[in-house]
C-alpha cells in the first residue's frame, strides 16, 4: 500500500478529474452532496471561505495497493482502510470525498479533502511525505498487504516529473557502484552520465556527514533516493568492492602470519655463519633487509610496536 500526496488551489480542477475518470465510483463523502459536481465542488467551496487566507486548501491523496492485494480488498475494506489512513495522517474534522478508479491494473482510489476543517482552523501539512510514508507502511505491515522488495518492482514507464528522475538516479547510481571501488571511480562514472555529486560537510571541518546526486536542475540526497545510497552505505560498499577486487587480484597470493603484512620472515644466522665475518660484516648481516622484504617505511604503519614494560624491583629498607 502506497499513498501520494498533492495540495492544490481548485476544487473544481480536482474534483472533475477524480468523479469524471472512466468507471469512477463515489465510495464515500462526508460534508458534502455527491449527486452532482457542481454541488460538490460548491460545498467544498463554501468551507473554505472560513479561512480565505489559505491559498492551497485542497488535499489530494491518492492511495494504491499491488494487484497482489485484490483478493483482500472490495469497496467497504477500501473505505475503511482510507478512513484509517486518515485518521492516522491527522486528516480528521473535515469534508472528504472517497472516489475509487478502475482505469489500471492495480486497485486504487483517491481522496479529495478540505485543508480548511469544520471550525475553519487550517490541517497542517508539515512533514506530510513523511507521514504518508510511514502510515502506509504501517498499515501494509498491519493488515497483511503486499511489500514489495524493492525499487525494482516499480513500473517506470509510469513515473512522471520529478519521480521519473529519481529513479533514473537510482539504477544508474547502482549500476555504477557494482563496479566503483573509490569515490574517485564513481565520480569519473557518473560524469560520463551527467550527474555530478554534491558532499555535505559537518560545520567548520572537512569532515562528510552526507552526499547528494544532482542531474540537470534536480537535486536529491541519497538518502532520499535509497536508503542503500546514503554516504555511509555507499562508502561501505565502495570498500567491499575494494576488497573483493584485492581478493580477486591475480597478483596476490594467500600469506600466514607476518608475511600477509607485506614482511618476509627473518634470515637467522648460525654462529657458524657469523664467525666468518667481522664486526663490520655482522652489523651489516643484522641490519640487511631480508630478500623480497619492503623498505618502505610507509608498511612500518601495519604495526603497533608496544614498549615492554620493565619490572621495577622493590626495595626493602633496612
Given at each position: 500500500m502506497i499513498g501520494k500526496v498533492i495540495t492544490g488551489k481548485s476544487f473544481g480542477g480536482c474534483v472533475r478529474y477524480v468523479v469524471q475518470k472512466p468507471e469512477a465510483a463515489v465510495l464515500d463523502a462526508d460534508g458534502i452532496r455527491t449527486d452532482a459536481i457542481t454541488a460538490m465542488v460548491a460545498d467544498f467551496n463554501l468551507q473554505r471561505r472560513l479561512n480565505p487566507d489559505l491559498e492551497k486548501a485542497v488535499g489530494h491523496i491518492a492511495l494504491s495497493w499491488s494487484i497482489h492485494d485484490r483478493e483482500k480488498l472490495n469497496a467497504q475494506v477500501m473505505v475503511d482502510r482510507a478512513k484509517e489512513y486518515l485518521e492516522k495522517m491527522q486528516i480528521r474534522n473535515t469534508q472528504y470525498l472517497i472516489v475509487l478508479h478502475r482505469d489500471r491494473e492495480h486497485p486504487h482510489l483517491h481522496i479529495v479533502y478540505n485543508r480548511v476543517n469544520y471550525e475553519g482552523k487550517t490541517?497542517?501539512?508539515?512533514?506530510?511525505?513523511?507521514?504518508?510514508?510511514?502510515?502506509?507502511?504501517?498499515?501494509?505491515?498491519?493488515?497483511?498487504?503486499?511489500?514489495?522488495p524493492g525499487k525494482g518492482q516499480v513500473n517506470r514507464q509510469r513515473l512522471k516529473g520529478a519521480d521519473k528522475a529519481k529513479y533514473v538516479l537510482h539504477d544508474t547510481i547502482k549500476q555504477a557502484l557494482h563496479h566503483a571501488k573509490s569515490w574517485q571511480e564513481l565520480e569519473s562514472m557518473l560524469h560520463g552520465k551527467d550527474i555530478t555529486i554534491d558532499y555535505k560537510h559537518k560545520r567548520g571541518t572537512d569532515q562528510v556527514q552526507g552526499v547528494s546526486f544532482c542531474?540537470?536542475?534536480?537535486?536529491?540526497?541519497?538518502?532520499?533516493?535509497d536508503r542503500s545510497l546514503s554516504y555511509g552505505a555507499i562508502s561501505r560498499q565502495l570498500e567491499q568492492n575494494q576488497q573483493q577486487?584485492?581478493?580477486?587480484?591475480?597478483?596476490?597470493?594467500?600469506?600466514?602470519?607476518?608475511?600477509?603484512?607485506?614482511?618476509?620472515?627473518?634470515?637467522?644466522?648460525?654462529?657458524?655463519?657469523?664467525a666468518r665475518h667481522d664486526n663490520t660484516g655482522i652489523l651489516e648481516?643484522?641490519?640487511?633487509?631480508?630478500?623480497?622484504?619492503?623498505?618502505?617505511?610507509?608498511?612500518?604503519?601495519?604495526?603497533?610496536?608496544?614498549?615492554?614494560?620493565?619490572?621495577?624491583?622493590?626495595?626493602i629498607h633496612l
Amino acid at each position: 500500500m502506497i499513498g501520494k500526496v498533492i495540495t492544490g488551489k481548485s476544487f473544481g480542477g480536482c474534483v472533475r478529474y477524480v468523479v469524471q475518470k472512466p468507471e469512477a465510483a463515489v465510495l464515500d463523502a462526508d460534508g458534502i452532496r455527491t449527486d452532482a459536481i457542481t454541488a460538490m465542488v460548491a460545498d467544498f467551496n463554501l468551507q473554505r471561505r472560513l479561512n480565505p487566507d489559505l491559498e492551497k486548501a485542497v488535499g489530494h491523496i491518492a492511495l494504491s495497493w499491488s494487484i497482489h492485494d485484490r483478493e483482500k480488498l472490495n469497496a467497504q475494506v477500501m473505505v475503511d482502510r482510507a478512513k484509517e489512513y486518515l485518521e492516522k495522517m491527522q486528516i480528521r474534522n473535515t469534508q472528504y470525498l472517497i472516489v475509487l478508479h478502475r482505469d489500471r491494473e492495480h486497485p486504487h482510489l483517491h481522496i479529495v479533502y478540505n485543508r480548511v476543517n469544520y471550525e475553519g482552523k487550517t490541517i497542517s501539512d508539515r512533514f506530510q511525505h513523511r507521514r504518508n510514508a510511514r502510515v502506509c507502511r504501517e498499515l501494509t505491515l498491519k493488515h497483511g498487504y503486499y511489500l514489495a522488495p524493492g525499487k525494482g518492482q516499480v513500473n517506470r514507464q509510469r513515473l512522471k516529473g520529478a519521480d521519473k528522475a529519481k529513479y533514473v538516479l537510482h539504477d544508474t547510481i547502482k549500476q555504477a557502484l557494482h563496479h566503483a571501488k573509490s569515490w574517485q571511480e564513481l565520480e569519473s562514472m557518473l560524469h560520463g552520465k551527467d550527474i555530478t555529486i554534491d558532499y555535505k560537510h559537518k560545520r567548520g571541518t572537512d569532515q562528510v556527514q552526507g552526499v547528494s546526486f544532482c542531474q540537470g536542475e534536480l537535486s536529491f540526497k541519497g538518502s532520499s533516493i535509497d536508503r542503500s545510497l546514503s554516504y555511509g552505505a555507499i562508502s561501505r560498499q565502495l570498500e567491499q568492492n575494494q576488497q573483493q577486487a584485492l581478493l580477486l587480484s591475480p597478483t596476490s597470493k594467500p600469506h600466514k602470519g607476518i608475511a600477509q603484512a607485506g614482511f618476509s620472515a627473518p634470515v637467522i644466522s648460525t654462529s657458524r655463519d657469523l664467525a666468518r665475518h667481522d664486526n663490520t660484516g655482522i652489523l651489516e648481516s643484522l641490519l640487511a633487509p631480508a630478500t623480497g622484504q619492503a623498505t618502505d617505511s610507509a608498511n612500518m604503519n601495519d604495526y603497533h610496536f608496544k614498549k615492554k614494560k620493565r619490572k621495577k624491583k622493590r626495595r626493602i629498607h633496612l
